[in-house]
């Protein structure tokens, strides 16, 4: 009867054992996925583009800026940053960090950055650069099997 109790309580703490490894094992594979998603956008934007960038945000998404509200991610490329990035000779993210807490089916990124955006040329071939501490806070559900960005806001100031 004692190895019976032994053997029944080694199973259980196997099981326990492999159901909590499996549990973390998926946590950091959520968490990658979401920091893989504001990666890959930040991306887009170092390169002056939005292409690939549409199907990171859901369709109703919703996007504010600077105490702006934007509308969805769509009408934001539309009406601002699609335009905006037209006008940049460059725009480069620096001393760049990024948390990430995954609550399924919800995570919730903070990034935090220097970005420094260098305008292209005016008519007299001048430039100017504009150098600001950022931070963006956004909102992820998982749809569908994908993680997508539901909410994000972004806000700067002037660097010191």
Same mark, same amino acid.
């Given at each position: 009867?004692?190895?019976?109790?032994?053997?029944?309580?080694? *199973?259980?703490?196997? %099981?326990?054992? +492999? #159901?909590?490894?499996?549990?973390?094992?998926?946590?950091?594979?959520?968490?990658?996925? &979401?920091?893989?998603?504001?990666?890959? !956008?930040?991306?887009?934007?170092?390169? #002056?583009?939005?292409?690939?960038?549409?199907?990171?945000? %859901?369709?109703?998404?919703? &996007?504010?800026?600077?105490?702006?509200?934007?509308?969805? !991610?769509?009408?934001?490329?539309?009406?601002? #940053? $699609?335009?905006? #990035?037209?006008?940049?000779? +460059?725009?480069?993210? /620096?001393?760049?960090?990024?948390?990430?807490?995954?609550? %399924?089916? !919800?995570?919730?990124?903070?990034? *935090?950055?220097?970005?420094?955006? &260098?305008?292209?040329?005016?008519?007299? $071939?001048?430039?100017?650069?504009?150098?600001?501490? $950022? &931070? %963006?806070?956004?909102?992820?559900?998982?749809? $569908?099997?994908?993680?997508?960005?539901?909410? *994000?806001? *972004? /806000?700067?100031?002037?660097?010191?």
């Amino acid at each position: 009867m004692k190895t019976i109790k032994t053997i029944a309580l080694v *199973t259980i703490l196997i %099981a326990t054992f +492999s #159901l909590s490894n499996a549990q973390e094992t998926k946590a950091k594979t959520d968490t990658e996925a &979401v920091i893989a998603v504001m990666k890959t !956008y930040k991306d887009a934007i170092q390169n #002056l583009t939005t292409e690939g960038t549409f199907n990171l945000f %859901a369709e109703d998404s919703e &996007v504010f800026e600077s105490g702006g509200v934007e509308g969805t !991610y769509a009408h934001y490329i539309e009406h601002h #940053l $699609g335009p905006e #990035l037209g006008e940049f000779k +460059s725009f480069t993210f /620096s001393d760049y960090e990024i948390d990430a807490k995954v609550d %399924a089916p !919800y995570a919730f990124t903070t990034e *935090t950055y220097i970005y420094t955006i &260098v305008l292209n040329p005016n008519e007299k $071939g001048e430039t100017r650069t504009i150098r600001k501490k $950022g &931070v %963006a806070t956004s909102i992820l559900k998982k749809m $569908g099997g994908e993680w997508k960005i539901i909410k *994000t806001h *972004t /806000s700067s100031r002037n660097t010191k």
